[in-house]
């Protein structure tokens, strides 16, 4: 079983930036990236960013590409994100998730309670 805690969210005006954290504990050795999603109300969870722990690689969707960056420690199983130029579209529940195949792909199927985001306009 694997814990995850996210934590950070909250209230902020268009153009502004939050930064948001991620612990995971529990099974998590020989996980291979950890990454960040997020739900708007009435949508499906998206992928928001993820980071490869070999090469520290990361990826990000294009509507958040150039104003969220992903970093992290691998040896603490946490991730943050932090967000910039935020925009009304970007209110949802932000989740951190574990990879445990290397690909991206290979999400587990448990969730935290995710945090919060809300962007006022």
């Known amino acids: 079983q694997v814990q995850l805690v996210e934590s950070g969210g909250g209230l902020v005006q268009v153009g502004g930036s939050l930064r948001l954290s991620c612990a995971a504990s529990?099974?998590?050795?020989?996980?291979?990236?950890m990454g960040w999603f997020r739900q708007a109300p009435g949508k499906e969870r998206e992928f928001v960013a993820a980071?490869?722990?070999?090469?520290?690689?990361?990826y990000y969707s294009d509507s958040v590409k150039g104003r969220f960056s992903i970093s992290g420690d691998n040896a603490k199983n946490t991730v943050y994100l932090q967000m910039a130029s935020l925009k009304p579209e970007d209110t949802a529940v932000y989740y951190c998730?574990?990879?445990?195949?290397?690909?991206?792909?290979?999400?587990?199927?448990?969730w935290g309670q995710g945090t919060q985001v809300t962007v006022s306009s």
């Open positions: 998730n574990v990879d445990m195949g290397g690909d991206l792909t290979h999400w587990l199927d448990d």
């Open positions: 529990g099974r998590t050795f020989s996980n291979y990236a």
């Open positions: 980071i490869m722990w070999n090469d520290k690689s990361t």
